[in-house]
């Protein structure tokens, strides 16, 4: 139900942009926004939208990355800026619905490195 898109390598203070793709109406959802996980890590909770357009940010990434969404699109994205080895991991896509639990997509890998 949920398609993740844009990983790639990426040099230490570049750019990327997920996109996660939805198979239905992303206001379906009571929540989504991305997680990711990096090797030997557990999986870590980077953005997300709850409770409609209210926007939480993880920390380590709060500043740098900006979490928006397209309802006519049924697409969440993830502007990631100013990107350092740190980030380098897997990105899921997430969602999140009252009564049906959680929603994952399959992951795209996100590598930053000179």
């Known amino acids: 139900q949920l398609q993740a898109s844009g990983g790639g390598l990426v040099q230490p203070g570049g750019s990327l942009r997920l996109s996660c793709a939805a198979s239905?109406?992303?206001?379906?959802?009571?929540?989504m926004g991305w997680y990711r996980q990096a090797p030997g890590e557990q999986r870590e909770l980077v953005a997300t939208?709850?409770?409609?357009?209210?926007?939480h940010y993880a920390d380590s990434v709060n500043g740098r990355f900006t979490i928006s969404k397209d309802n006519t699109k049924n697409t969440v994205y993830l502007q990631m800026n100013s990107l350092k080895p740190e980030d380098t991991a897997v990105y899921y896509c997430?969602?999140?619905?009252?009564?049906?639990?959680?929603?994952w997509g399959q992951g795209t890998l996100v590598t930053v490195s000179s």
């Open positions: 939208f709850a409770s409609g357009d209210e926007k």
């Open positions: 997430n969602a999140w619905k009252l009564g049906s639990g959680h929603f």
């Open positions: 239905r109406a992303i206001s379906d959802f009571n929540a």
